[in-house]
């Protein structure tokens, strides 16, 4: 499942892997992924330029589009 990815992803990229939660809201032909980590490790998920983020929806695009679905990372601070 695309949750289980991002979160071992993000977990292996943050210094408090406690603080990661990501919540599912499942819609009809998307699903989106709400992401929070701990505030001091906003930075690490985000990465220079976004570089980071834009890897892990990378992965989570190519990861979903074998199920026939979107999905979408959304990181909240």
């Known amino acids: ?5 991002v979160e071992y992803i ?4 943050v210094d ?4 990661v939660s990501i919540n599912v809201v499942e819609g ?9 980590v701990a505030s001091e490790d906003i930075g690490k ?3 220079k330029q ?6 892990i929806r990378t992965i989570l ?11 979408v990372l959304e990181i909240l601070d």
């Open 28 to 36: 009809e032909k998307s699903t989106i992924l709400e992401l929070k």
């Open 61 to 71: 695009s190519a990861s979903a589009t074998k199920s026939g679905k979107r999905a």
């Open 1 to 5: 499942m695309e949750k289980d990815l």
């Open 45 to 47: 998920v985000i990465g």
């Open 16 to 19: 408090v892997p406690d603080e």
């Open 10 to 13: 993000v977990k292996s990229l």
């Open 50 to 55: 976004g570089r980071i983020a834009k890897a």
